[in-house]
C-alpha cells in the first residue's frame, strides 16, 4: 500500500473521530441546560446561564492545564499554502 493511500486513511478516520466528538458534544450540551435546572429548580435563568458558563470556562481551563505541556504542532509556512 502507498505512503498517500495510507495518509488519506489515517485523515478520514480522524475525520469520523471529529465527527463522532462533535456529536458527543452536542448531545452532552443539549442535556446539560434541562439536568442542570433539575437540580436548580428555584435559579433564575441568568444564575442558570451564568452557572453553566462558569462551568464551561473551568473545564476548558483545566483541558488548557493539561495540555499546556504536550507538544505543540510546527507552524504553517509559506510552502504549506496553494
Do not use: I
Amino acid at each position: 500500500m502507498s505512503a498517500a493511500r495510507q495518509g488519506k486513511g489515517n485523515t478520514r478516520r480522524g475525520a469520523n473521530r471529529g465527527v463522532g466528538l462533535a456529536m458527543l458534544a452536542a448531545v452532552l450540551f443539549g442535556l446539560s441546560a434541562p439536568f442542570a435546572k433539575l437540580l436548580l429548580r428555584d435559579a433564575a435563568p441568568q444564575l442558570l446561564a451564568g452557572l453553566l458558563y462558569l462551568g464551561s470556562g473551568a473545564g476548558l481551563s483545566l483541558v488548557w492545564l493539561v495540555r499546556r505541556g504536550a507538544p505543540r504542532e510546527a507552524p504553517l509556512s509559506r510552502r504549506d499554502g496553494p
